[in-house]
């Protein structure tokens, strides 16, 4: 099977230099040559895990990028105003857009997952990030006001119920949010499942991923000195958090945030990495992140969101998960699959973390796609 493999030339480097005798050798060998497998893979993977087609026999591709009609600020504290757009068909059935993070912000790709002729697409910056005020705040910032946040934008929008789409943190907030609101919710699309739990914080901020992306490791861990380096996520709070010392809280928030922006993507992003050198995505990104994993989310136990997965079991949705996501390891998909059998379960066999790799985009646009069919059968609500 192995023969007449093409490695690309820093993958050829990575073998040499023996980086794949680590512990996770396998996964990290077979993420290497993911792309030189791709024919053996349809023969692999089961059924409902092969990849999404169009009628050409190609992947699906993003929508056509399109610009927002409406766009606005709702104010939900006496602190906090929230940003948020809509595009697509004023008349169209409504999905939420729930970015990841927490601090990420939106982007104008994200708009790009829905078919603009059927949906009416809304995208909303939760506190604190992207073009929501005040920056960066972590002043009553926590799950249950962004929960909140959502029905006072779905009762201002006038919705009676949305498909509701979120990627990392993103597919965190989404569980949450039909998890209190099962009754506002048609369907779910979840990329990349994070549930905030102590053991996936560990794995990517303090011992896992390091052993797959040493390079981009060692800045990250090299900012905090030798004696606190047994806890860094605390390491980097003590930092991330001094409004004393604006200096030293940047430079955190860059090291935090580029080792985030090298591992989202199973080959290397310069979008992903150029995004991360802002300093007021990183200050806003690291932060908020930081606040919500000292905090484990705020939920009342570890385990919150797989204990409550039985509210959702009459709710339509699809999980999509990377094979080879390193931010949000596979074992989390997993898990939550295994609690909640109903929901469909798509595994992009050549893909990391991000919502921007060529397979997982084409399966979440083919997930919208489907849920377009479950509105013309009626099996979906309607906006009032």
Same mark, same amino acid.
């Given at each position: 099977?192995?023969?007449?493999?093409?490695?690309?030339?820093?993958?050829?480097?990575?073998?040499?230099?023996?980086?794949?005798?680590?512990?996770?050798?396998?996964?990290?060998?077979?993420?290497?040559?993911?792309?030189?497998?791709?024919?053996?893979?349809?023969?692999?993977?089961?059924?409902?895990?092969?990849?999404?087609?169009? /009628?050409? @026999?190609?992947?699906?591709?993003?929508?056509?990028?399109?610009?927002?009609?409406?766009?606005?600020?709702?104010?939900?504290?006496?602190?906090?105003?929230?940003?948020?757009?809509?595009?697509? &068909?004023?008349?169209?059935?409504?999905?939420?857009?729930? #970015?990841?993070?927490? @601090?990420?912000?939106?982007?104008?790709?994200?708009?790009?997952?829905?078919?603009?002729?059927?949906?009416?697409?809304?995208?909303?910056?939760?506190?604190?990030?992207?073009?929501?005020?005040?920056?960066?705040?972590?002043?009553?910032?926590?799950?249950?006001?962004?929960?909140?946040?959502?029905?006072?934008?779905?009762?201002?929008?006038?919705?009676?119920?949305?498909?509701?789409?979120?990627?990392?943190?993103?597919?965190?907030?989404?569980?949450?949010?039909?998890?209190?609101?099962?009754?506002?919710?048609?369907?779910?699309?979840?990329?990349?499942?994070? +549930?905030?739990?102590? #053991?996936?914080? &560990?794995?990517?901020?303090?011992?896992?991923?390091? #052993?797959?992306?040493?390079?981009?490791? /060692?800045?990250?861990?090299?900012?905090?000195?030798?004696?606190?380096? =047994?806890?860094?996520?605390?390491?980097?709070?003590?930092?991330? +958090?001094?409004?004393?010392?604006?200096?030293?809280? *940047?430079?955190?928030?860059?090291?935090?945030?580029?080792?985030? +922006?090298?591992?989202?993507?199973?080959?290397? =992003?310069?979008?992903?990495?150029?995004?991360?050198?802002?300093?007021?995505?990183?200050?806003?990104?690291?932060?908020?992140?930081?606040?919500?994993?000292?905090?484990?989310?705020?939920?009342?136990?570890?385990?919150?969101?797989?204990?409550?997965?039985?509210?959702?079991? #009459? *709710?339509?949705?699809?999980?999509?998960?990377?094979?080879?996501?390193?931010?949000?390891? +596979?074992? =989390?998909?997993?898990?939550?699959?295994?609690?909640?059998?109903?929901?469909?379960?798509?595994?992009?066999?050549?893909?990391?973390?991000?919502?921007?790799?060529?397979?997982?985009?084409?399966?979440?646009?083919?997930?919208?796609?489907?849920?377009?069919?479950?509105?013309?059968?009626?099996?979906?609500?309607?906006?009032?």
């Amino acid at each position: 099977m192995f023969a007449n493999i093409k490695l690309e030339s820093w993958q050829q480097s990575w073998l040499r230099k023996g980086f794949l005798g680590v512990g996770l050798a396998a996964a990290g060998a077979a993420a290497l040559i993911a792309g030189a497998l791709k024919a053996d893979a349809a023969e692999c993977e089961p059924a409902n895990q092969a990849e999404p087609q169009a /009628e050409g @026999g190609e992947r699906r591709q993003l929508y056509p990028p399109t610009e927002p009609h409406t766009s606005g600020y709702l104010q939900v504290s006496d602190l906090h105003k929230i940003y948020w757009e809509e595009c697509g &068909n004023p008349d169209g059935q409504p999905v939420v857009f729930l #970015h990841g993070g927490p @601090g990420a912000g939106t982007a104008p790709v994200n708009r790009r997952f829905f078919d603009p002729e059927f949906y009416r697409i809304i995208l909303v910056d939760q506190r604190g990030a992207g073009k929501s005020i005040p920056h960066a705040s972590l002043v009553d910032n926590t799950t249950w006001h962004l929960v909140e946040d959502l029905e006072k934008l779905r009762k201002i929008l006038k919705f009676d119920k949305w498909l509701v789409f979120g990627g990392s943190w993103g597919s965190t907030l989404s569980l949450a949010y039909a998890q209190t609101h099962p009754e506002r919710v048609v369907g779910l699309v979840l990329r990349g499942i994070f +549930m905030i739990r102590k #053991h996936e914080i &560990n794995w990517f901020y303090q011992r896992g991923a390091d #052993h797959i992306f040493p390079d981009a490791w /060692e800045p990250y861990r090299d900012f905090i000195p030798p004696d606190e380096r =047994s806890g860094l996520v605390a390491a980097y709070h003590r930092r991330l +958090m001094n409004d004393k010392d604006p200096e030293t809280q *940047i430079a955190a928030a860059r090291a935090w945030t580029a080792w985030e +922006m090298s591992t989202a993507y199973l080959r290397p =992003s310069q979008e992903s990495k150029e995004r991360g050198e802002d300093d007021k995505f990183a200050l806003a990104f690291a932060r908020i992140e930081n606040h919500y994993f000292v905090n484990g989310g705020f939920f009342p136990s570890d385990s919150w969101l797989l204990d409550n997965v039985g509210k959702l079991r #009459h *709710i339509p949705a699809v999980i999509v998960q990377g094979r080879y996501d390193v931010v949000c390891p +596979m074992t =989390s998909a997993w898990d939550l699959h295994r609690a909640w059998p109903d929901a469909e379960f798509k595994v992009v066999p050549d893909a990391g973390h991000s919502a921007n790799e060529a397979g997982i985009g084409a399966e979440l646009v083919a997930a919208t796609e489907r849920f377009k069919r479950l509105y013309a059968d009626g099996k979906a609500g309607k906006s009032s």
